[in-house]
């Protein structure tokens, strides 16, 4: 049997707001920073909140877990007495840098159904919140715009949680992080085959934009950078391999979305960016040595769940504080975007997009060979983008 919603019930009496969090999407540092700082700072400002357990499953209906909502405070001594009154209760007092988050479900595909946004919906409102706050990617902006046209007396906004940081004129939080020890691992690699005379091809997250692997790539002063949107004549790859056959050691970093189409024909089993990358390369003349081997590494998404940099847990207290603050004003529909220390603010939710372009001045960091072909083609594709 299905447990009993509590929410629709305040469960302490000096709250006179009652905000609901929903984190959903892929996963990324920073998803405990943003849940710390909002439960902090609402409760100071009379929100009483509660978040999906399961992210948008939990409001349509289709959770896997038992418990859909839970009961977030700072304070220990309330989620243990909340907890024996049979209201599930988490205490966010020591979460700020935890790695991961409990509160959120993968890709839910189904949501972008009418019939189950009209769901969560009805869900919202008979529970009687004020205040709806969805934490995650371009994803999960789009479910929170969605279900803010069924809401209408409902104040809504989103805070922006990804390692891609695919939202216009805002840095996510976890995007800083996410490139850092990218860089460090893909520095290891450089390292590594400086010494041992290898050439490393490093697949690094970047499905659409590739900024991440740009980022990370580029601060570890990779060789090479192969992003999501490029598409190689045979004779660039040609140039590449002959270049690389001239050199003793390199580091390469291909973003996970290069070729991503081509390579879901390598089926049953698909092969990831790196290898075929790889594999290009050895059918355009790259030859592999006893002296100097070709290392294809599939990126390890662990970075996915490690602990946010610091100053991205102010950045994400920074953007709370922001909200609530647009919140109290009278302010729906917003996000806080940060993009420096004199730059932050909230925008409306007409004025958000999914941004997948990289900075054209940094595409000038992909190829530290001056291959010309290769130079060439990265020259008409800045153009592009600007």
Same mark, same amino acid.
């Given at each position: ?29 920073? $998803?405990s920073a943003v849940a710390t700082s909002l439960t902090e700072e609402g409760d100071k400002r009379g929100y009483e909140i509660f978040t999906a357990f399961e992210g948008f499953r939990s409001l349509t209906g289709d959770n896997i877990s038992d418990e859909r909502l839970i009961r977030l405070v700072m304070s220990r001594r309330q989620s243990f007495k909340l907890n024996s009154q049979g209201i599930p209760t988490r205490s966010m007092y020591r979460a700020i840098d935890r790695p991961g988050s409990e509160f ?59 390692? %891609? ?34 050439? $490393? ?46 050199? %003793? ?52 998404? $662990? ?21 609530? %603050? ?58 592009? %983008?600007?």
């Amino acid at each position: 049997m299905e447990k009993p919603i509590f929410a629709g019930i305040s469960t302490m009496s000096h709250y006179n707001k009652k905000l609901l969090l929903v984190f959903d999407g892929g996963n990324a540092p920073g $998803y405990s920073a943003v849940a710390t700082s909002l439960t902090e700072e609402g409760d100071k400002r009379g929100y009483e909140i509660f978040t999906a357990f399961e992210g948008f499953r939990s409001l349509t209906g289709d959770n896997i877990s038992d418990e859909r909502l839970i009961r977030l405070v700072m304070s220990r001594r309330q989620s243990f007495k909340l907890n024996s009154q049979g209201i599930p209760t988490r205490s966010m007092y020591r979460a700020i840098d935890r790695p991961g988050s409990e509160f959120r479900s993968e890709r839910y595909p189904d949501f972008a159904s009418e019939q189950k946004q009209n769901t969560a919906a009805e869900f919202i409102n008979e529970l009687g919140f004020t205040h709806l706050i969805g934490v995650g990617g371009n994803g999960t902006m789009m479910g929170i715009k969605a279900l803010d046209a069924m809401l209408p007396n409902v104040q809504t906004g989103f805070i922006n949680v990804s390692i %891609d940081s695919d939202i216009l004129g805002d840095i996510a939080v976890g995007y800083l992080t996410g490139a850092e020890e990218g860089a460090k691992i893909a520095r290891s690699l450089f390292d590594d085959a400086f010494t041992h005379k290898r050439i $490393y091809i490093l697949e690094m997250m970047g499905r659409d934009s590739g900024k991440h692997a740009l980022m990370a790539g580029a601060s570890a002063r990779a060789h090479l950078i192969i992003l999501p949107g490029f598409k190689f004549s045979n004779n660039i790859l040609g140039d590449i391999a002959k270049r690389l056959n001239e050199t %003793d050691h390199a580091l390469i970093v291909v973003a996970e979305g290069y070729e991503r189409k081509a390579r879901a024909n390598f089926l049953p089993e698909r092969i990831d960016a790196a290898m075929h990358f790889k594999n290009q390369m050895m059918e355009h003349g790259l030859v592999e040595t006893k002296t100097k081997r070709v290392i294809s590494e599939p990126f390890s998404r $662990y970075l996915r769940g490690i602990r946010p940099l610091y100053i991205e847990c102010s950045i994400a207290y920074l953007k709370a504080f922001i909200l609530y %603050d647009a919140f109290d004003g009278g302010e729906t529909q917003i996000m806080p975007y940060y993009l420096g220390e004199h730059d932050s603010g909230v925008r409306h939710f007409d004025d958000l997009g999914t941004n997948n372009r990289v900075e054209p001045r940094f595409l000038d960091l992909i190829d530290r060979y001056k291959i010309p072909g290769l130079r060439s083609y990265i020259s008409l594709q800045a153009q592009e %983008d600007m």
